[in-house]
């Protein structure tokens, strides 16, 4: 009886382990379509920079998401296969050469055509407030991932500007794998990250200078979006931005941050693209 016991608890655990691995195997494995593959090398132009490896890597972290995921359209927004694509080529771009489960608490994307208002409530003591406030994105704690379609297009058309709200919003998605969105995601080795805290530490504090006006740093604020000055979380998923989006300003002015998202990211996209081209 106890033998019997040990197996039935062997296979309620090992069963489902190993059904998971199969089915991420498999999903990855699902070729994308022509048309498909259009989409991807039009959402980002770093895919040509890329070895044929890793192109066939983020190829296959986009099948994942694509079949793993929900996308919900919203307001009437009709989900096309344009939209599909392009937030999974982002999603899909963040864990290239990392191991991952292909964010496993997401289930939904919610897309909105525009800008939409969401309630925000406010706990202070015992006074407890609302008020609705404009967003292009956000990403719930174990739960959807939100993005305004018009704003991630116009993000995609005026790299310059150094955003990108999927990228944002799956940076969050990273942050919160180790049960909280603190602005420091999981490292995948031992040692990886030792100097994370020190320098996105102090860069968060530059940018909270820069931003209150208490700062005369000649840099230009726009290399980081000042939103980042909100809190850790926030500043992780605005310089995962810039370091996609914009990568040779932000390797020139913010070089040890560049350098910390280089080895957690293991990329460098200031190398792989010219100057004059970003990834978005």
């Not at 608890?9 to 022509?34: E, K």
């Not at 939209?83 to 050469?97: D, M």
């Not at 102090?202 to 700062?215: H, T, V």
């Not at 810039?242 to 990568?247: E, L, Q, Y």
């Amino acid at each position: 009886m106890f033998l019997a016991i040990v197996a039935v608890a062997l296979l309620v655990w090992v069963v489902p382990y190993l059904w998971g691995r199969w089915r991420l195997r498999y999903l990855r494995s699902r070729p994308l379509s022509s048309l498909q593959k259009r989409l991807l090398t039009h959402a980002l132009p770093l895919y040509r920079h890329l070895s044929r490896q890793q192109q066939s890597e983020l190829e296959s972290n986009v099948s994942l998401f694509l079949h793993d995921k929900e996308f919900v359209g919203c307001e009437g927004l009709t989900i096309t296969e344009e939209i599909r694509v392009t937030i999974s080529a982002f999603a899909g771009l963040l864990l290239l050469q990392r191991e991952h489960r292909g964010y496993p608490d997401l289930r939904t994307v919610l897309v909105y055509p525009g800008t939409y208002v969401a309630r925000e409530t406010h706990v202070e003591g015992y006074i407890e407030t609302t008020s609705d406030s404009a967003r292009e994105g956000e990403a719930h704690y174990l739960g959807p991932v939100v993005i305004s379609w018009s704003d991630l297009q116009e993000d995609m058309g005026h790299p310059e500007h150094g955003r990108n709200v999927a990228l944002h919003e799956f940076a969050h998605k990273l942050d919160e794998e180790d049960g909280a969105f603190d602005g420091r995601p999981v490292f995948s080795g031992a040692g990886e990250g030792r100097n994370w805290a020190a320098v996105l530490g102090r860069e968060y504090q530059r940018l909270q200078a820069i931003s209150a006006g208490l700062s005369d740093d000649e840099e230009t604020p726009g290399v980081l979006d000042l939103y980042g000055a909100v809190s850790p979380a926030e500043f992780f998923a605005v310089a995962t931005e810039a370091f996609f989006v914009t990568p040779h300003a932000l390797r020139h002015y913010h070089a040890a941050l560049y350098g910390e998202l280089r080895g957690f990211y293991r990329l460098d996209p200031a190398e792989l693209l010219p100057e004059n081209l970003q990834v978005s």
